[in-house]
């Protein structure tokens, strides 16, 4: 199991593996039912920035570089779910990470060894950041751990849980709340 870093947001039984816990932190920086945003106010958004090394500590994001880090972050979300139960508007929630990607041409990087690696950028700025964001999910996407990072099918939680589960077919971020809300819910309507 995972231990989970300081720097996570809240409380977290189903973490990721790294480097993709950092990408399940970035999605649950928004708390959907607490009503937080870590990236809403720019000295809290440096500060959780600066700790997970997404931001240089010399940096300070600016407006418009966080409402693109909160696109890149619903994005992501959608692209959880997506995977989860198809369905969506693909252009206008791609766009952030489109801008992400087309901002930071990649550069490859022959070793002494003959090992082929791209290059990364550093964090100088929030985008670099947020394009080592896109690296982690491409290098997820290709080792088969994206499938296993969703979002919560309660739509009013929708926190991103690491799916450990053997076949796959995990809904909750946890059976006892979420799970058990939503149940219950529809045997109310079905009782109804």
Not at 70 to 98: N, Y
Not at 159 to 169: G, H, L, M, P, T
Request: hydrophobic fraction near 35%.
């Amino acid at each position: 199991m995972t231990e989970v870093p300081s720097w996570f947001p809240g409380r977290e039984s189903k973490p990721a593996p790294m480097p993709l816990l950092l990408v399940q932190g970035f999605v649950n920086t928004r708390d959907l039912e607490q009503g937080t945003d870590l990236l809403a106010d720019p000295d809290t958004a440096r500060d959780w920035l600066v700790r997970t090394r997404l931001l240089d500590p010399v940096a300070q994001p600016t407006r418009s570089e966080l409402e693109l880090a909160r696109g890149v972050r619903e994005s992501l979300r959608w692209l959880l779910r997506r995977d989860s139960d198809g369905g969506g508007e693909l252009e206008d929630t791609l766009a952030p990470l489109r801008a992400v990607g087309d901002s930071h041409p990649a550069r490859l990087r022959v070793e002494d060894s003959g090992a082929i690696k791209l290059e990364n950028p550093g964090h100088h700025a929030l985008g670099d950041g947020l394009f080592e964001l896109l690296l982690i999910v491409r290098r997820a996407q290709e080792d088969g751990t994206w499938t296993r990072l969703k979002v919560c099918a309660n739509p009013e939680c929708q926190w991103a849980f690491f799916d450990r589960s053997r076949n796959q077919q995990g809904s909750w971020c946890e059976m006892a709340t979420c799970g058990n809300r939503l149940k219950n819910r529809e045997l109310r309507a079905r009782r109804r």
